[in-house]
């Protein structure tokens, strides 16, 4: 993990610049691959991260302070194909 913090420093300091990943992407392989990547940053990785604390968040809460009817509710199980 610390590889990768200095690598983002070094990355940092020779392209100041708002965009983080996105420019350091676009500059590397071209704007392709940097829309690519901003594109799967905000419908898939941030979306599925939030929905992940979220999820977590609700189930802590739950704990805390019992919500009841609006609790936490489980979802049926899919049976298996034969």
């Keep these: 993990m610390l590889v990768g913090a ?3 420093a070094e990355l940092g300091s020779a392209y100041p610049g708002a965009g983080g990943e996105y ?3 676009t500059r590397a392989w071209g704007p392709r691959v940097g829309l690519m ?3 799967a940053r905000c419908t ?3 979306t ?3 929905a992940v604390v ?3 968040y609700g189930d802590y809460a739950q704990r805390l302070m019992p919500l009841g009817t609006y609790g936490r509710r489980r ?3 899919s049976r298996s194909p034969p």
Aim: net charge neutral.
């Design 54 to 56: 979220a999820e977590f």
């Design 6 to 8: 200095l690598c983002y």
């Design 37 to 39: 990547f901003a594109w």
């Design 75 to 77: 979802m049926p199980r």
């Design 23 to 25: 420019l350091y992407l």
């Design 44 to 46: 898939v990785i941030q």
């Design 48 to 50: 599925g991260a939030l």
